[in-house]
């Protein structure tokens, strides 16, 4: 790895890309069951859903609208701190349409309880989340989620769109990190950190 990756220290791989794409598709065609005869709008959740998200629609066969927001969580590395910036906001109107939301992970699920009332107030017809990775052991809220690609354990993850510290984003496989003592608390402590 280069440098600004080398503090961390990647253990085994968790899920291949493989199963990953195996999942999504798995994922797409049940989508496109659910919602058969309809239109839907599927938002991407900038950046960590990216890779997820593009992966997903490939096998949704329903019509299918993209768009993309941008959020920042105030935190320190690895944690949000349940304070949420919009960052950049929808292109497209959301009223009447069927939504999916595309996230990489839910975690606390304060980032998508608060995203999904926000959308919820511009009257959509209605809104569903998919997300890659589900970590239940660090639920603070109690979201509903629709569709769910893997469950992990209480370790953090990076790779298939995940990062930390803006790194590892590109890896094409999931794979647990193990974060030096201090990088967490330095990391974006007090500062927007792009989920
Ligand atoms: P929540 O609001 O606590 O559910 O936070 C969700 C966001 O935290 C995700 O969109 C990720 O950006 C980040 N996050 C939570 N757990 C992990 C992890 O294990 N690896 C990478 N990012 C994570
Ligand atoms: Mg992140």
Known sequence: MSDGSSKYLLEDVIFTQE??????AEIGRQISLDYA????LVIGILR?????????????TVDTEIDFMAVSSYGNATKSSGIV???KDLESSITGKHV???????????TLNYLK????????ASI?????????????TDLEIDYIGFTVADVFIVGYGLDVG??????????????????????????ADAI
């Open 100 to 110: 999916i939301i595309a996230e990489d992970i839910v975690d606390s699920g304060v």
């Open 19 to 24: 199963q990953i794409e195996t999942r999504a």
């Open 85 to 87: 910036k919009i960052n």
């Open 48 to 60: 960590g859903a990216v890779m997820w998200m593009t992966q997903l629609i490939k096998s949704i």
């Open 37 to 40: 005869g309809e239109e839907i």
């Open 166 to 191: 803006q790194k590892f984003r590109n890896l094409p496989y999931i794979t647990s990190v193990v974060i030096p003592k201090g990088c967490a608390e330095g990391g974006a402590a007090g500062t």
């Open 117 to 124: 009332e926000y959308l919820e107030h511009m009257e959509p």
């Open 128 to 140: 569903k989340i998919c997300t890659l990775l589900d970590k239940p052991s660090g639920r603070k």
